[in-house]
């Protein structure tokens, strides 16, 4: 079994930034994708950002090109997503997600609120 342990978001004026962590623990296939989705009220959850676990080969949504960056520690057991300028539209929650694509298996966290409001 795998656990997602989020941490970070919140409340956060527009053009500020946020940081949020999502830790894996458990029983975690070398080979995944860890990242981040998100949804909004009324709409679809989206794909954020992703990265691999071997040779970090990342996807962003083009929405936030050039203001998110994600990034995973050494462990890969950690994946961060820094959130610069930061737009209203960017107003959800998100989730972590860990994919380990050679069992078709998708874990998610429990969700964290990121609000950018004025």
């Known amino acids: 079994q795998v656990q997602l342990a989020e941490s970070g978001g919140g409340l956060v004026q527009p053009g500020g930034s946020l940081r949020l962590s999502c830790k894996a623990s458990?029983?975690?296939?070398?080979?995944?994708?860890m990242g981040w989705y998100r949804q909004a009220p009324g709409k679809e959850r989206e794909l954020v950002a992703r990265?691999?676990?071997?040779?970090?080969?990342?996807n962003y949504t083009d929405s936030v090109q050039g203001r998110f960056t994600i990034s995973r520690d050494k462990t890969k057991s950690t994946v961060y997503l820094q959130m610069n300028s930061l737009k209203p539209e960017d107003t959800a929650v998100y989730y972590c997600?860990?994919?380990?694509?050679?069992?078709?298996?998708?874990?998610w966290g429990q969700g964290t609120q990121v609000t950018v409001s004025s």
């Open positions: 997600n860990l994919e380990v694509p050679r069992f078709g298996r998708d874990y």
């Open positions: 458990g029983n975690i296939f070398p080979y995944n994708f």
């Open positions: 990265m691999s676990s071997v040779a970090n080969r990342i």
